[in-house]
T-cell receptor, first 112, second 111 residues
Framework: DTEVTQTPKHLVMGMTNKKSLKCEQH?????MYWYKQKAKKPPELMFV???????INESVPSRFSPECPNSSLLNLHLHALQPEDSALYLC???????????FGPGTRLTVT | GEDVEQSLFLSVREGDSSVINCTYT??????LYWYKQEPGAGLQLLTY?????DMKQDQRLTVLLNKKDKHLSLRIADTQTGDSAIYFC???????????FGSGTKLNVKP
């Protein structure tokens, strides 16, 4: 099983809402990632979790709050987002840190 | 961050070979990758190469790495319309704490 799943597929939220994105993998991978991708651009790394601990935070604003409840799950909690945060949010996982990452299908987020 | 550059567009006819190019600046790269992204979808890992290799072949895909020129290429043989997508090259730094994507090449395959 080389699948990374993400829910929801689409999310529309207002600037005062609180929502969460979820990601799951059952490949036994020890590293998990959140990326943000704007249209016609490459993905930008946001966070890296290694062995359930946050190892990299690429200076992401605090309105994005990651959480890794266990080695298979990764959440991204969203609060007080701005319209410019609208993007495709991709989750990925890998056996080792920042190698051979497998991506989920993404959550298309629209902030109104 | 490090620069990883790709040409923006490539158009080929079905059945021809496609060659997508990538140049990078980080001479300490350890792994180099090719990902495929179809519209509205996530990224699919196609293949990767270790920095101590110069070629890797996997079915219709051939990856060539020229470390001296910091140039990576992906050749797709017998290109099909289903190969139409955006292709990203990417690299992992030698200390495994940086991961860079190229800007992406949109491949259009004409029937």
């Amino acid at each position: 099983d080389t699948e990374v799943t993400q829910t929801p597929k689409h999310l529309v939220m207002g600037m005062t809402n609180k929502k969460s994105l979820k990601c799951e993998q059952h490949m036994g991978h020890r590293a998990m990632y959140w990326y943000k991708q704007k249209a016609k651009k490459p993905p930008e790394l946001m966070f890296v979790y290694s062995y359930e601990k946050l190892s990299i935070n690429e200076s992401v604003p605090s309105r994005f709050s990651p959480e890794c409840p266990n080695s298979s799950l990764l959440n991204l909690h969203l609060h007080a987002l701005q319209p410019e945060d609208s993007a495709l949010y991709l989750c990925a996982s890998s056996q080792g840190n920042l190698v051979e990452q497998y991506f989920g299908p993404g959550t298309r987020l629209t902030v109104t | 961050g490090e620069d990883v550059e790709q040409s923006l567009f490539l158009s080929v006819r079905e059945g021809d070979s496609s060659v997508i190019n990538c140049t990078y600046t980080d001479s300490s790269s350890t792994y180099l990758y090719w990902y495929k992204q179809e519209p509205g979808a996530g990224l699919q890992l196609l293949t990767y190469i270790f920095s101590n290799m110069d070629m890797k072949q996997d079915q219709r895909l051939t990856v060539l790495l020229n470390k001296k020129d910091k140039h990576l290429s992906l050749r797709i043989a017998d290109t099909q319309t289903g190969d139409s997508a955006i292709y990203f090259c990417a690299e992992t730094s030698d200390n495994f704490n940086k991961f860079y994507f190229g800007s992406g090449t949109k491949l259009n395959v004409k029937p």
